[in-house]
């Protein structure tokens, strides 16, 4: 996929250039997206449990090191320690309220380099605000992203979620197939969150979820797609989830 990016009117302009370039973020990656699109893509060697664990054993080490004062390079990163602030003599001693330690990370200019060298781009007339769903919570599995219970509540964050009720052809879809499903209540309705129940009678399968909105200075519906499929369960179903335990 291209890095897409926008040509905004640059307010500094000295005479150089009158436009910038705005790189148009795909989203945020957490540490449940990772390790699932690694396993998607069949790119972990061992369990994804494993590599949870490994991951975060990694960033307790590069904290350990850090301080005990050690430069930390690795493949992905280069780690140091700095202190922020003036003494006025050297019989000063560290004070917080003025001195501020600081962590320093680096990208390795192997991986810049490669970076630079595989990037291909995507010129996008015009920045388009969508629906972004980002984050999906199931309270009844207290999992994240990958199921949704009958009958139950689903916290779904993002950015320009909120939708007019009464409208039908707004507000959170889900789609199996051909087969389109509009959910009608809600606990709450905000532009970065929304608390939905999942229809009781909402029929197996797995389903991909639209948010659908008029946005404010809009006069059309616009569409965002959340990326991940869900699969629909029953209360107390057990459920695997990449990465982490069985639930009831």
Known sequence: MPIQYVLHRNP???????YHARIRSCGSIDMDRLIAYGEDNNMWPCRPSLVRAVLTQYGQLIQMLLLQGYRV?????????????????TSERIN???????????????????????????RMHGEERLPHPLKLH???S???????????????????LKF????????????????EYRITEYLHTKP??????????????????????????????REGHYAY????????????????????
């Open 138 to 140: 199931d309270g009844a």
């Open 12 to 18: 500094f302009n000295n005479g150089k250039g009158m």
């Open 73 to 89: 390079n690795t493949e992905v990163g280069e780690y140091w320690l700095v202190i922020k602030g003036d003494f006025g003599d």
């Open 142 to 160: 207290r999992t994240f992203n990958r199921v949704i219970t009958r009958g139950g509540g689903v916290v779904l964050t993002g950015t320009y």
């Open 192 to 221: 970065r969150r929304l608390i939905l129940v999942v229809p009781q009678d909402l029929p197996n399968g797995e389903y991909q979820l639209y948010v659908r909105a008029k946005l404010r200075h809009t006069s059309e519906i």
């Open 229 to 248: 499929t869900l699969r629909v369960v029953d209360r107390g179903e057990k459920i695997e989830i990449p990465g982490k335990r069985k639930t009831r």
């Open 96 to 122: 917080p309220k003025k001195h501020k330690l600081r962590i320093v990370v680096r990208i390795p200019r192997r991986m810049t380099q490669e970076i630079r060298k595989q990037a291909r781009y995507q």
């Open 164 to 179: 007019e009720a009464d409208d039908e052809k707004q507000g959170v879809f889900l789609k199996h197939g051909t087969t």
